[in-house]
């Protein structure tokens, strides 16, 4: 590969993905109180365990974009070594890290003013945009140039689907996305909602079903309905530290479509302080989002 693909943490590609392809991440933070943490370190393995535990127990908990000291850190080494980047970014409806990764690279364009420097807003979030990377990283090592990947990506990118169930209304409720009154109401008569991210890049409800099996095989009605049925397809999986729920879908879309190709991974704590425990996210190649 003639250039560099970077990408930030709330991609959430595993951590043997990331190994595979060398690829470098630009971290987002999460606070629990008032100590800091990086949601992604190069070199340690990934598990949110402890993290969900404690905002099981409704520790406070918030998130910041990435910094223009992280940014800078991934970023202008790989300028000053003089190889092109692409940086595939976090929606910029959900979050100000693909507007300071852009200003960044808008910075080192003036110092590398032969480079390419590109950036694409992936208008998805966790492995949604784990996967519009994952597509990148295995086009470019077929060969393709970096303008040939920027098309692509930016040309497929809405056929990256993405569907969402939440267990916990609360935290929904804490990021302001759902009315205290709703809340209650869901969690009192076992409701669960059906999420996906549109074509703004937004996090939007779909619909509500009542129990959360009912929830986990929406997704795979919905994934039935919208997925290209082209083998090999990739396909990923986050959860909130719900294992065993994200086996079942799993292995539900296995039985009911055929498709081997499954990744698992946490969903990460940035995206995690609001979406909560018990949060599981489907992503695949569809007709359209």
């Known amino acids: 590969m003639k250039f560099e693909i970077i990408t930030d943490s709330s991609a959430n590609l595993t951590d043997s993905l990331i190994e595979k392809y060398d690829l470098k991440i630009i971290s987002l933070s999460y606070f629990i109180g008032e100590e800091e943490y990086l949601s992604y370190k190069e ?3 990934t598990d949110y365990s402890e993290f969900y535990a ?7 908990a918030r998130t910041s974009l990435a910094n223009y000291e992280e940014c800078m850190r991934v970023l202008r080494p790989i300028a000053e070594s003089g190889r092109d980047i692409l940086y595939i970014g976090f929606s910029s409806a959900l979050s100000g890290t693909f507007q300071n990764v852009s200003n960044c690279m808008q910075e080192l364009r003036t110092k590398h003013p032969d480079q390419k420097l590109l950036c694409v807003d992936s208008l998805s979030a966790s492995m949604g945009e784990g996967l519009l990377v994952y597509h990148a990283l295995e086009l470019a090592q077929r060969g393709a140039t970096i303008e040939e990947t920027l098309e692509w990506v930016e040309n497929h990118k809405m056929n990256i689907c993405q569907w969402f169930t939440v267990d916990d209304l609360f935290f929904l409720k804490r990021g302001g996305r759902l009315s205290g009154a709703a809340a209650l109401a869901g969690s009192l008569l076992e409701i669960k909602p059906i999420l996906h991210i549109d074509e ?8 509500k079903v009542k129990g959360r099996k009912k929830s986990l095989n929406a997704l795979i009605e919905h994934m039935e309905e919208t997925v290209v049925k082209i083998k090999p397809q990739k396909i990923f999986i986050a959860h909130g530290d719900c294992l065993e729920d994200a086996q079942y879908l799993a292995d539900g879309i296995k039985e009911k479509l055929g498709l081997e190709d499954i990744e698992i991974n946490y969903v990460d704590p940035v995206i995690g302080v609001h979406s909560g425990p018990g949060t599981i996210a489907l992503f695949y190649y569809g007709k359209t989002r």
Not at 54 to 60: D, L
């Open 43 to 45: 070199g340690v393995k």
């Open 54 to 60: 404690r905002i099981r127990k409704k520790e406070e």
């Open 200 to 207: 703004e890049g937004r996090l939007v409800m779909v619909s």
